[in-house]
Nanobody, 123 residues
Framework: QVQLVESGGGSVQAGGSLTLSCAASGVTYSPYYMGWFRQAPGMERERVASVWTGSGSTNYDDSVKGRFTISRDNAKNTLYLQMNSLKPEDTAIYYC????????????????WGQGTQVTVSS
């Protein structure tokens, strides 16, 4: 059974940094796509960034380019999201997800999801 467990959320002031982690277990196929998504209150869930665990190729939403970095430690089966220069509009619950199909993942319909971790950025 695939399990994704996020950690690292918290409260920071604008301009601050946080690093989120997502520990994956039970994944029997490799490589695959992993991504970070976020959902603010009253908003649709949106993709933040994704990575192909094979080559490490990454892709970012325009709103976080240059501020967030997605990375993957395959030896530890852990996905990271380094978030710098945080803004109040980054406040949301952040989820990690995994799937073999990038299109399905990017549409927010990935096969596997974590429980989410709250990130709150105050002005």
């Amino acid at each position: 059974q695939v399990q994704l467990v996020e950690s690292g959320g918290g409260s920071v002031q604008a301009g601050g940094s946080l690093t989120l982690s997502c520990a994956a277990s039970g994944v029997t196929y490799s490589p695959y796509y992993m991504g970070w998504f976020r959902q603010a209150p009253g908003m649709e869930r949106e993709r933040v960034a994704s990575v192909w665990t094979g080559s490490g190729s990454t892709n970012y939403d325009d709103s976080v380019k240059g501020r967030f970095t997605i990375s993957r430690d395959n030896a530890k089966n852990t996905l990271y999201l380094q978030m710098n220069s945080l803004k109040p509009e980054d406040t949301a619950i952040y989820y990690c997800a995994a799937d073999l199909n990038l299109g399905r993942l990017n549409l927010g319909r990935g096969l596997y999801w974590g429980q989410g971790t709250q990130v709150t950025v105050s002005s």
